[in-house]
């Protein structure tokens, strides 16, 4: 007999009840969404294998929240963390209202000028590495989120230089730590495209033409 083994990924909803939405500025309908790794026999779940996410969700505009905390949507930390480090990486740091600009059209809120220079200073001395930062996110966010902080990544790259192979790449790791394929990877920087960019203007590269490895 041949046996078809496997893993699913299996979701439970349940409400909580309605709480303040940060997004649609309103009282909303939220529920606890969790997300289950299960072992499969013949395409049937059998048993968990771990929990891989939980979070709150607002069922009006489907943002993610931190469980018990539906003050801000649990992407928007590490959303401008990313942001604020790449302008850094690109040598684009004084440009704290092109990474406002960023963050507010493409998640709907904005990096106050006190958040900028809090971000930077974290960066510069080394509390923040990025990438272990986005794989803590990963549990706590939804696809709405992780979509959001791609084209953050992808528009604050573009506005920076033409991207190059290293670039791509490191678009495509931080796609890699929030747990969703290329495919995914691509859509949300199609859809970057698609709104013309946000209308946000490229910035001019570094005076001294040197791209930095970060």
């Known amino acids: 007999m041949i046996f078809i083994f496997g893993e699913k990924i299996r979701t439970r909803s349940e409400s909580v009840g309605d709480k303040p939405c940060a997004v649609c500025q309103s009282t909303r309908a939220f529920t606890e969404q969790h997300e289950s790794l299960w072992f499969c026999l013949f395409g049937l779940p059998i048993a968990p294998i771990e929990k891989t996410a939980a979070y709150w969700r607002c069922e009006h505009c489907l943002t993610a929240y931190h469980c018990n905390d539906s003050s801000q949507p649990s992407h928007i930390t590490v959303l401008k963390q990313l942001i604020v480090y790449l302008l850094m990486g690109y040598h684009q740091e004084d440009h704290p209202a092109v990474a406002s600009e960023i963050c507010l059209k493409i998640s709907g809120f904005e990096i106050s000028e006190t958040e900028f220079q809090q971000i930077m200073a974290g960066i510069a001395r080394g509390d923040m590495e990025m990438v272990e930062a986005v794989r803590h996110l990963a549990p706590v966010v939804n696809a709405v989120g992780k979509q959001q902080v791609l084209e953050a990544v992808f528009l ?56 930095q490895d970060f």
């Open 156 to 211: 604050t790259t573009y506005i920076c230089c033409d991207l190059e192979y290293e670039d791509r790449l490191r678009i495509n790791l931080i796609g890699n730590a929030l747990g969703v394929g290329l495919e995914f990877v691509e859509y949300a920087i199609s859809q970057t495209r698609k709104q013309n960019y946000y209308g946000v203007r490229r910035l001019r590269f570094a005076a001294d033409g040197v791209r």
